[in-house]
Nanobody, 114 residues
Framework: QVQLVESGGGSVQPGGSLRLSCVAS????????MRWYRQTPGKERELVAS???????IYVDSVKGRFTIARDNGKKTVYLQMNRLKPEDTAVYYC????????WGQGTQVTVSS
């Protein structure tokens, strides 16, 4: 059974930092594109960052220079380091693994508020 388990969410003031982690079980993530998405109520899920098996990176424009995605295949873990957080970064953040199949985590809430 494949599981992706996110952690690291929480509440932070604007300008603060959080690091999200996503630990996979049941798959070898080295074969997968690993992505972070986010979603707010009433809106579609948005791709935030992606890292492929060759460590090529993609970021949505709104987080470039503030967020960093990284992967540790040996630990089956993907990270999202989020710095200089803004209120508009508030969302549920989801981990995604995609290859021939796609898997999702349950999500972790990030709230940026003063």
């Amino acid at each position: 059974q494949v599981q992706l388990v996110e952690s690291g969410g929480g509440s932070v003031q604007p300008g603060g930092s959080l690091r999200l982690s996503c630990v996979a079980s049941g798959i070898d993530i080295s074969d997968y594109f690993m992505r972070w998405y986010r979603q707010t109520p009433g809106k579609e899920r948005e791709l935030v960052a992606s890292i492929d098996s060759k460590f090529n990176l993609i970021y949505v424009d709104s987080v470039k220079g503030r967020f960093t995605i990284a992967r540790d295949n040996g630990k089956k873990t993907v990270y999202l380091q989020m710095n200089r957080l803004k209120p508009e970064d508030t969302a549920v953040y989801y981990c995604n693994a995609i290859n021939f199949a796609t898997f999702w985590g349950q999500g972790t809430q990030v709230t940026v508020s003063s």
